[in-house]
Every structure is written in C-alpha cells, then in structure tokens.
C-alpha cells in the first residue's frame, strides 16, 4: 500500500474506549488512585443510564501529528480534554515541539508552528515513542525520547523502531534511558520496515508526511483488525500523490 501526504481536514470520532475502566466508571463516581499496576476501589456506586463513549487518544495520535507536520492542520473530533488516557499527553509534547494546539469542546486542532527539537520522557505513556519519533524526523536537530529500556520486548520493540526509520533514511539509536532521533526536517520514503507491527505500521504512515518519493508499507491487516477505519479516515487528509 502507497500512502501519500496529508495536509488537511476534519476525521471523526475515532475508535471508544469502554473497555477502560476509568471512561467508564468515573461518571459513576468512582475515584481511581495509581498504585502500580492497579486500580483499587471499593464501595457502592450508581451509574447514570448511559455513558458517552470517549474518543480514543492514541489512535487519534498519529493524525494530531500529522496536522503538527505539514499543512493546515487536522482537526480531531469526539476527544475529551479532560480524559484520564495518559496519550492526551500528546498534546503537550507536540506543543512542546512548536506545533500551534486549540482545543474546542470535543475538537482538537493542530497546525504546523514553529518547530524545535523536543526531550521527552515517555514512562506513561511508551506507545507514543513511535509517532514521536517519526515526528522528531521532521525537525531539524537532535531529539530525545527518555524511555529506560528494560524488559526484551522494550528492546526489540525499540530496535525495530530505530530500522523503520532507518528504512526510510532517517538517523535514530538507542541510548541509555531512550532513543535519540536526528531530525533533517525530512525522509526519504521508501519501503518501510514494519514487521507487522502495528504501532510501527501508523509511525510509517505518519513518515508519508514528511517523506520526499511515497512511503510503502506491507499489507496493513494487523492494523486493520485493531482500527478498522485508520485507512478511510487517513485517506480524507490524502493529496496530490506527486507532493
């Protein structure tokens, strides 16, 4: 599949979220509090007849960075502003970043700003580091994304991170407590190294932004079970395939 650049529009409400918890079960009035890997809470509590089901931050992500790349922006609609999802930070890094960020009700617009390179720390919010780092690409200087790479998986998730954009003629390598990316402003394109990896799978597709010949990416079905709609919804931002 061939993905071109975007450069501007509206995509709807993307993906709910009901299966996690904390959407769902605050407007019952129901408290979380962080204690490692779980949620602890008790007591009796009465959930009103419906809950609107919130948008999903992560999978809007790779099209907020889109709109923080290249064009007029994109506007997100269906996200809540005051969601408990750590990926809201999304917001925060790519203003940090220089993108120009207006949130309105359940609307979220980003527009290319002034950019500049960005250190982050990801401890929250790991699946992020993809799309971050694609976006890094697109800035020139060096970037850091903090993220200690412990288990094996982290290991060969972020190698596999470092190939895509290796793939596609950008600069990145582990270091200590995360992945330094050296940003040109631009990739090259090319066939991307996905390995049937999803998060990697929406990084390539945001690279197309920033990319000068089109990025390629191997049958996307991994991608398509998980966010059926991602290719229509991407393809509403799609132009002039010889951008």
């Not at 007591?43 to 992500?61: T, V």
């Amino acid at each position: 599949m061939i993905i071109f650049r975007p450069i501007q529009g509206t995509v709807s409400a993307l993906h709910s979220i009901a299966a996690q918890p904390e959407g769902c079960l605050t407007p019952g009035g129901v408290l979380f509090r962080n204690e490692g890997q779980g949620h602890p809470f008790s007591g009796q509590y009465i959930l009103p007849n419906s809950i609107p089901h919130e948008g999903d931050w992560y999978y809007a992500a790779p099209f907020l960075c889109a709109g923080a790349l290249a064009g007029k922006g994109v506007t997100v609609t269906g996200l809540q502003t005051d969601s408990v999802q750590n990926e809201k930070s999304i917001l925060f890094c790519l203003a940090l970043a220089g993108a120009q960020v207006k949130t309105k009700k359940e609307n979220v617009s980003v527009s290319k700003g002034e950019t500049y390179p960005i250190y982050i720390e990801l401890k929250t919010c790991p699946r992020l580091m993809p799309l971050l780092a694609v976006t890094a690409c697109g800035i020139e200087g060096k970037s850091t994304l903090s993220f200690p790479v412990q288990t094996e998986g982290e290991k060969e998730k972020t190698a596999a991170l470092v190939a895509l954009i290796a793939s596609l003629g950008g600069t990145a390598k582990i270091i200590s407590d995360g992945l330094e990316i050296h940003g040109t402003g631009a990739l090259v394109g090319g066939k991307a190294q996905v390995n049937e990896d999803p998060d990697l799978m929406m990084a390539a597709v945001l690279a197309s932004v920033i990319s000068t010949s089109p990025v390629e990416i191997p049958k996307d079905d991994i991608l398509t079970r998980i966010f059926p709609t991602f290719r229509a919804e991407w393809n509403r931002l799609q132009i002039d395939q010889n951008h």
